[in-house]
C-alpha cells in the first residue's frame, strides 16, 4: 500500500509540474508528440461533422468509481458492443486479483518517451540536451508510421524509477512526456472487473470498459465529485494502471472548459467569453490526438486547458459557445495553434522567444485598443487652467475649487499675486460666517487675538465648525507639543492645541507654521478653510470606482460594494487628477475603468467637481488582473535550492544575467553565474526554473559592502507563457468596445475566423 501511495503522489506532482508551466494551453510550436492524430483534415476548410475530443481525468490509478443519479449502461469496449444496464447508481473498476504483474519482477521495462520529432536534427539536438541533464540511457528510433523520430529516455525496472526519471525530463524542458512499459512474451496481463454497489459482479475479464448516462441531461455521469456530459471509459494503460476518459463532443467539452479558462462570474462580457471560446475550440481542434499514444487526446489542467465538466458550466459561457459553434481561427485554411495566456503584462511575445520556433500569427503585440477605439474617453472641462500654471499656487487649486462648489465668493480667475496678499477682517468674516452655516454646528467659544494671524484664524475655524465640541478640546499639551514639534514655541499655549489638532490630521502643512506673528495670506487661509471643512464632512464627496466613462455619463461603482451609480458631468466642471501624490487640475482627464475618484454632485445630479486618481496597474488591456504588475524576492539560499530543483547546480549563486530579450522584453537566455560554473536557461524554463510567474522581468541584485549577494528582487508583470491571447486582457479589450472577431485578430496576427462545421 505504501507504495501505491507513493507512485500516487510522484504522479500528482509530476501532474502539477506540467500544469504549472503557464495559466492557460502549452503547446511548443514545432515540437509533434508520438502519436500524433491529425484532427482535421489537411487543407479543410469547412464541412467536417463536430468531432468527439477524449479527455484523461485520471491517468494513474488503481480503481475507478462511475456514479449516477439516474440510469446508466456500462459495456465492454465500445458503445456499441453489449450493454448492461446499471442501476445501482455507482460501479467501481478495479484490476483483478491476481492478474496484476509484480513490479521489478524482471517481466517488465519502464522507460520514458520523451517527444518524437520530423527531422533527425531536432531529434539529435534533443538527445545531446537531454544527455546534459538527465541521467540514463538516451536513444532514439523511428516511427515508420507516424513519419517521426522518438527519443527516449531510460530502462527501468520499477515504475517509480521511470516517475523520477520524467520528472527530470519535464525540468531539462520537454513538456509532453509518457512512460511505456514493455512486458516479457507471455507474461501475464491484468485485466478488468467491474463490480456495482453492493458487490455484485458487472464484468470480467475486460480490457475497457464504457460508461454512459441514460437520461444525460437530468442525471449525468459523476466521477471523482465532478459531473460529465458525454461517456466515460475505463482502460488499462502502458503502465498497468487504469485510464478514465471522459469522450465528449467537442462543443460540450467547451461548455465545461470556458468558464473555467476565462470566468463569467468575474469577466461577465461575451464578446471576450466568445473569443475565449473560439480560441478553446481551435487549441483542441489542433492539438487533437496530442497523446493518442495514451488513448486520449487532451488532459484537464492548465497542461492542456482546464476542464470541470458539466458541473461548471454558465448561462454566459454556454451562450458564447452556442453562438460561435464550429467557428475556429486559421491561418492559410489551417487552424491555429491558439496559444493563450492569463496575463500579459501589458504586450505578449512572439513564440519563438518562448518556445523556440516561430509562427507568423503567434508574434508580440500591445494588450491595448488601438487609439481611434478610445476616441470620445475624455470628459473636457471649460474650465480653463492657465491660472493655475504658477508653481506657487497650483497646489491651492484644489481648495479654490472645493469652496467655489460650496458657495464661497471667490474670483473666478484668481492670480498668484492674490493669494500671497494678506486676507483682509471683511474677507475673513465672511469665510467663517460661510463655513458655520454649512457646518450648523452652533456657537462656539469665542477666539482670542485676530483673525487675521494663523495663531487667531485657526481656533476661530475650529469654533465655527465644531462649535463648543472642538476635537482640539482633547488635545493635551503634551500632545501639542509633541506635534507641533520645535515649532510650539512660536505660538501661545493656548492656542496650541488647535493648531496641533490641524497638524495631527495632515491639515495644516509646515509651512504655514512658519508665519505666526505674520498677517494671514488669503492662499493659508483658504487651504486650511477648505482642508477642514473636507475633514468635517463638507462637501460630502462621492468615492468609489469608475467605469469607463461613455461620453454621456459617468459610472461610479461606491465603496467596497458593487452599487453603481450614474451622473452627468456638469460643462463647467471642477476636474483634478493626481501626480505624485498631489492633485492637481487639469482641462480633461481619461477615465478608462478602475480608476479611483471622489466627486461632489449638486441637487440636479450633475458633477461640478471630480478628482481622479489613475489606474495603478497602467492602461492597458491586462490592468485588472492582480499580476498585472509583482515583486518577489529570494535570499540566495532560496534561489540556490529552487534552481537545484531545476537541475541547475552552480555552486553559491553569483549573479543573474539577462543574455537575451524577445519582442516584448521578456527575457529570452538567462545565465546563472554560480561559484561552481555557469548555466543558460532560455525560452520557458526560466520561469519554471526561478519559479516565478513569468519573463518579463528585471532583476535588482542586493549586495553587502563586501559585495557579496544577499539577495535577488524580481520586478515583473503578467502571468502566464506569454504567448498568443491575454485572457484578461481580452476582457479588457472587449470592455473597451472590441468583437470577439476584432479581439482574436488582435492577438493572433493575420489570421482568419472559419466555420468548419455547421
Known amino acids: 500500500m505504501l507504495r501505491v501511495f507513493c507512485r500516487q503522489v510522484a504522479w500528482l506532482a509530476l501532474v502539477a509540474l506540467l500544469g504549472a508551466y503557464l495559466s492557460g494551453p502549452l503547446s511548443a510550436p514545432g515540437q509533434v508528440t508520438r502519436p500524433r492524430r491529425v484532427g482535421i483534415p489537411a487543407g479543410s476548410a469547412a464541412g467536417i461533422a463536430e468531432p468527439e475530443i477524449r479527455i484523461a481525468l485520471t491517468t494513474n490509478a488503481d480503481f475507478a468509481t462511475v456514479t449516477c443519479e439516474g440510469p446508466m449502461a456500462c459495456s465492454a469496449g465500445e458503445p456499441s458492443d453489449d450493454v448492461l444496464p446499471i442501476t445501482a447508481g455507482k460501479a467501481t473498476v478495479q484490476l483483478e486479483v491476481g492478474s496484476r504483474l509484480a513490479p521489478g519482477s524482471g517481466s517488465e521495462r519502464y522507460r520514458v518517451e520523451v517527444a518524437s520529432f520530423r527531422s533527425r536534427e531536432a531529434a539529435t539536438a534533443a538527445v545531446v540536451r537531454l544527455r546534459e541533464q538527465v541521467a540514463g540511457p538516451v536513444t532514439t528510433r523511428y516511427d515508420a508510421r507516424e513519419q517521426a523520430y522518438v527519443v527516449v529516455v531510460g530502462d527501468c525496472a520499477a515504475p517509480e524509477d521511470a516517475e523520477a526519471l520524467m520528472v527530470s525530463v519535464v525540468n531539462a524542458g520537454f513538456r509532453r512526456p509518457?512512460?511505456?512499459?514493455?512486458?516479457?512474451?507471455?507474461?501475464s496481463l491484468p485485466r478488468l472487473g467491474v463490480t456495482a454497489e453492493g458487490g455484485s459482479s458487472l464484468l470480467r475479464g475486460a480490457q475497457r470498459c464504457t460508461f454512459t448516462a441514460l437520461e444525460e441531461e437530468r442525471a449525468p455521469l459523476r466521477f471523482s465529485g465532478q459531473s460529465y456530459r458525454g461517456r466515460i471509459e475505463v482502460f488499462l494503460n502502458r503502465r498497468g494502471r487504469l485510464?478514465?476518459?471522459?469522450?465528449?463532443p467537442l462543443e460540450a467539452y467547451l461548455r465545461g472548459v470556458v468558464p473555467n479558462e476565462l470566468s463569467p462570474a468575474v469577466f461577465s462580457n461575451l464578446e471576450a467569453l466568445k473569443a475565449q471560446a473560439i480560441a478553446a475550440r481551435t487549441y483542441a481542434l489542433k492539438n487533437r490526438g496530442k497523446y493518442a499514444a495514451e488513448g486520449y487526446d487532451l488532459l484537464p489542467t492548465a497542461a492542456s486547458q482546464v476542464y470541470r465538466g458539466q458541473g461548471s458550466e454558465h448561462p454566459l459561457s454556454d451562450r458564447a459557445v452556442l453562438e460561435t459553434r464550429g467557428i475556429v481561427a486559421t491561418y492559410h485554411g489551417e487552424p491555429i495553434d491558439a496559444l493563450y495566456t492569463s496575463t500579459s503584462g501589458g504586450r505578449t511575445e512572439s513564440s519563438e522567444y518562448v518556445f523556440g520556433a516561430p509562427q507568423?500569427?503567434?508574434?508580440?503585440?500591445?494588450?491595448?485598443?488601438v487609439p481611434q477605439v478610445r476616441a470620445g474617453r475624455w470628459i473636457v472641462s471649460s474650465q480653463s487652467v492657465e491660472h493655475w500654471q504658477d508653481p506657487e499656487v497650483r497646489l491651492l487649486a484644489r481648495d479654490w475649487a472645493l469652496l467655489r462648489v460650496l458657495g464661497f465668493t471667490l474670483p473666478e480667475r484668481p492670480g498668484a499675486?492674490?493669494?500671497?496678499?494678506?486676507?483682509?477682517?471683511?474677507?475673513?468674516?465672511?469665510?467663517?460666517?460661510?463655513?458655520?452655516?454649512?457646518?450648523?454646528?452652533?456657537?462656539?467659544?469665542?477666539?482670542?487675538?485676530?483673525?487675521?494671524?494663523?495663531?487667531?484664524?485657526?481656533?476661530?475655524?475650529?469654533?465655527?465648525?465644531?462649535?463648543?465640541?472642538?476635537?482640539?478640546?482633547?488635545?493635551?499639551?503634551?500632545?501639542?507639543?509633541?506635534?507641533?514639534?520645535?515649532?510650539?514655541?512660536?505660538?501661545?499655549?493656548?492656542?496650541?492645541?488647535?493648531?496641533?489638532?490641524?497638524?495631527?490630521?495632515?491639515?495644516l502643512r509646515p509651512t504655514a507654521l512658519l508665519n505666526a506673528g505674520r498677517p494671514l495670506t488669503r492662499g493659508v487661509a483658504l487651504g486650511l478653510l477648505a482642508r477642514t471643512l473636507l475633514a468635517r464632512g463638507i462637501p460630502a464627496l462621492q468615492s468609489g470606482t469608475a467605469r469607463p466613462y461613455d461620453g454621456t455619463a459617468l459610472t461610479v461603482r461606491l465603496g467596497k460594494g458593487k452599487d453603481e451609480q450614474r451622473w452627468t458631468v456638469a460643462p463647467d466642471a471642477y476636474l483634478f487628477r493626481t501626480f505624485g501624490g498631489e492633485c492637481l487640475p487639469v482641462e480633461r482627464v481619461e477615465i478608462i475603468g478602475g480608476e479611483t475618484v471622489?466627486?461632489?454632485?449638486?441637487?440636479?445630479?450633475?458633477?461640478?467637481?471630480?478628482?481622479?486618481?489613475?489606474?495603478?496597474?497602467?492602461?492597458?488591456?491586462?490592468?485588472?488582473?492582480?499580476?498585472?504588475?509583482?515583486?518577489?524576492?529570494?535570499?540566495?539560499?532560496?534561489?540556490?535550492?529552487?534552481?537545484?530543483?531545476?537541475?541547475?547546480?552552480?555552486?553559491?549563486?553569483r549573479e543573474l544575467k539577462p543574455l537575451a530579450r524577445g519582442d516584448s522584453g521578456r527575457v529570452a537566455r538567462l545565465q546563472v553565474v554560480g561559484a561552481a560554473g555557469t548555466s543558460t536557461l532560455t525560452g520557458l524554463r526560466i520561469r519554471s526554473a526561478l519559479g516565478i510567474r513569468e519573463n518579463l522581468f528585471v532583476i535588482l541584485h542586493e549586495r553587502d559592502a563586501a559585495g557579496r549577494l544577499t539577495g535577488v528582487r524580481f520586478i515583473g508583470r503578467g502571468w502566464g507563457h506569454g504567448v498568443g491571447m491575454c485572457q484578461v486582457g481580452a476582457y479588457g479589450l472587449a470592455v473597451e468596445g472590441y468583437t470577439h472577431e476584432q479581439i482574436l485578430k488582435h492577438f493572433y496576427t493575420g489570421i482568419a475566423l472559419t466555420r468548419l462545421y455547421p
Not at 509518457?178 to 507474461?187: F, H, L, M, N
Not at 485510464?243 to 465528449?248: A, E, M, S
Not at 507568423?360 to 485598443?369: F, G, I
Not at 469665510?431 to 452652533?442: D, I, K, P
Open 178 to 187: 509518457v512512460i511505456t512499459r514493455d512486458a516479457a512474451p507471455g507474461a
Open 243 to 248: 485510464t478514465v476518459v471522459n469522450v465528449v
Open 417 to 507: 499675486a492674490y493669494f500671497t496678499s494678506p486676507a483682509t477682517a471683511r474677507e475673513v468674516t465672511l469665510w467663517l460666517n460661510r463655513a458655520a452655516r454649512l457646518a450648523t454646528a452652533g456657537p462656539g467659544e469665542r477666539p482670542t487675538g485676530t483673525v487675521l494671524r494663523l495663531e487667531g484664524f485657526v481656533p476661530a475655524l475650529l469654533a465655527a465648525l465644531y462649535g463648543a465640541e472642538s476635537p482640539a478640546r482633547l488635545v493635551t499639551p503634551e500632545d501639542a507639543r509633541y506635534w507641533l514639534g520645535t515649532e510650539a514655541e512660536r505660538f501661545p499655549p493656548e492656542v496650541r492645541p488647535a493648531l496641533a489638532y490641524l497638524v495631527r490630521e495632515d491639515i
Open 360 to 369: 507568423p500569427y503567434l508574434k508580440s503585440v500591445l494588450v491595448a485598443p
Open 598 to 653: 471622489r466627486l461632489y454632485a449638486d441637487q440636479d445630479g450633475r458633477v461640478r467637481y471630480l478628482e481622479v486618481s489613475p489606474v495603478r496597474n497602467g492602461a492597458t488591456g491586462d490592468r485588472t488582473s492582480p499580476f498585472s504588475w509583482w515583486e518577489v524576492r529570494l535570499s540566495p539560499a532560496e534561489l540556490q535550492a529552487q534552481l537545484s530543483k531545476a537541475g541547475v547546480n552552480v555552486g553559491d549563486i
